[in-house]
């Protein structure tokens, strides 16, 4: 049986699994490429498409294609496609559906135990969309991984053992993010993550897309080219094969034609770089703010600099990164490592889940050290057999130990006590970002705003911008609770706060106001899809027949 990691990318998707030979490989897809874009287009009510075709189809069928679901990962919302209604969720399973069925093609097992990658920087409710989505698919998803976590991993088969300090820069399709990972022997430990999940490669593709605009307009001002999907459609592609080209070449030219007007625009990299040049300083500012928050954690430097996704392959990634911050870069299988070291993750799940006394770990987490040296010979074969590996590689796997961070800051809605009217709200975080996971920060105290309070709200609320902030207006809410039927209390009484956050991102609350010793409980349930719709979109999303 053989597990298989998944990186299911805003843009491009990939799957690999362990070989024969126990090094990781890409399961091709059903048109014998690597990486499968990851869009879907709805074709008839009984029939959706996945990948190239999908991407193709867009310029013909605008309003049935869907491109960068990812993006919405997590998100309240709804799509409707020939009257029936999906979700971010159903979506993205439709696209792990099609590459599970192309991986089973290609390597003849079926494909049911897996890891799927997302970006450092989700947050609880976009990880557990993702774990969703695979059990809509009818997969067994072990795990999620974040995707420099994967990387890593796959890097650690590549090079000498010991231990190294990482900075990953990983700029995918659509999303961006930094981690720093300290790897020591069997350990991995994310120390601090940051990013933007609302940049990447595509937004590359979007200035070219502007510029040929302009390039065309400039020629023939009166055209309404502006105004027409398809040839925009058409202009998307075309700026992405650009793009790319311009990885390799210094110049590329596109000629465009609109109802009898043509135009013949040459992009040099240099102009290129110049138009998407704030995209690139946008990235490395989150670098640096990464680095400080490494360096505030006793991170003085990194033994090596990893170039992760696609588009870091263009030339001007590397070339800033030295000049800015003087780090030499290493590319290595930029499109295809978080797949491979997503497939190694799924390997040590895979190995924790079936030895027997192992706890299902859904985190990484591995309590499996002992246990793997505790559980016998002959479960260790047995494992290794239905995993097809040796049993001196289960026992090495069942040693690893992945810890991970708490990617943004969480706390409580209070008063502003500074605020004269007390009238100003604020929140008052609670668990600061990157503290490591599992995580109990100090318990804070808090006080009653008024005199005569018998009840109190406690709200929780998690940073939705880049950075720490206590307005409002940067946090979101994500649970509530009341402690009440308290005696009226004097003003400023004592209320204790405590959060836990588990392995896998699991908030709990307690609060308890001292003087009455009433107290309050809160396990926050992400506003995710319920068992009942994750059954429903699973029976309507098996209803498809798929094809690439
Ligand atoms: P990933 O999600 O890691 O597969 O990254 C996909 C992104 O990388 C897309 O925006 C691609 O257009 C971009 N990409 C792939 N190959 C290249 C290349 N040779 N040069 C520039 N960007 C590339």
Known sequence: MATYGIDLGTTYSCVAYIDDTGRPAVAKNMVGEDTTPSVVYFETPDNVVVGRDAKNSAKLEPDLVVSLIKRQMGQDIELSFHGTTHTPESISALILSELARAATEFTGEPVREVVITVPAYFGVAEREATRNAGRIAGLDVLNVVPEPVAAALHYEVVTPAGERTILVYDLGGGTFDTTVIKVAGNEINVVCTDGDHHLGGVDWDERIVRHLLDSFLAEHPDSEVADNEDFLQELTIAAEEMKKALSSTTSRRHNMRFGGDTARVELTRERFEQ???????????????????????????????????????????????AERFGFETKLHDPDLAVAKGAARFALIESVKLHLPGEEASQSGQATAGKQATAASPAAVQRVADQLGITTEAVRELAKKKVRTVVPRAFGIKVVDS????????????????????????????????????????????????????????????????????MPPLPRNSPIDVTFTMNETGVLRVHAVELKSGKDLHIELQIQGLTEEQVEKARNAVARYTLSE
């Open 275 to 321: 138009i998407t040049g704030e995209l690139l300083e946008r990235t490395l500012d989150i670098t640096e703010r990464t680095v400080a928050t490494a360096r505030d954690k006793g991170v003085a430097s990194f033994d090596d600099v990893l170039l992760v996704g696609g588009a870091t392959r263009m030339p001007a990634v590397a070339a800033r990164i």
């Open 418 to 485: 500074a605020d004269p009217d007390l009238r100003r709200q604020k929140v008052a975080h609670i668990l600061p970002p990157n503290t490591a996971l599992p995580a109990s920060p100090d318990t804070e105290r808090f006080g009653t705003v008024e005199d005569n309070q018998t009840e109190i709200e406690i709200e929780i609320w998690e940073q939705a911008g880049a950075t720490v902030s206590e307005e409002l207006a940067d946090n979101a809410a994500i649970g509530r609770g009341l402690i009440n039927g």
